[in-house]
């Protein structure tokens, strides 16, 4: 069945959007299009991704969710080591519960937001 809309972006709420945003341009090595204390932009030139401040914002924290999750990204990557730690030197933490570590791992954004690396399959 034919959608009746496309997809703009998507945004991801924030404490600190220009950090967040410098973190996920760095990872995707992507442009920073935009970048205020309220609302920051990273884009490859067909996709987008926004990052809005919200007051009061809280990590939902993984797998012992404190806030419920409102999201998490996937990333393929050719090699998981390699990604891991060049994610961790860029901001990002590893929980110590990973599902599948041989075939993905899980990783927490500086904002706390989990997000995937998986082996390119």
Not at 82 to 96: H, M, R
């Amino acid at each position: 069945m034919p959608g009746f809309a496309s997809l703009a972006m998507l945004n991801l709420d924030a404490e600190d959007p220009a950090a967040l945003a410098t973190f996920y341009s760095q990872v995707l090595g992507w442009d920073v299009l935009h970048s205020t204390a309220e609302y920051a932009m990273i884009g490859d030139g067909s996709t987008s991704i926004g990052f809005g401040q919200v007051p009061g914002y809280s990590a939902p924290g993984w797998p012992g969710e404190t806030t419920p999750k409102r999201y998490h990204l996937d990333f393929y990557v050719d090699d998981l080591d390699k990604a891991e730690e060049q994610a961790l030197a860029l901001g990002a933490t590893k929980p110590s519960e990973q599902p599948t570590p041989d075939r993905w791992r899980v990783l927490l954004d500086p904002a706390g937001h989990p997000f995937d690396i998986c082996l390119r399959s």
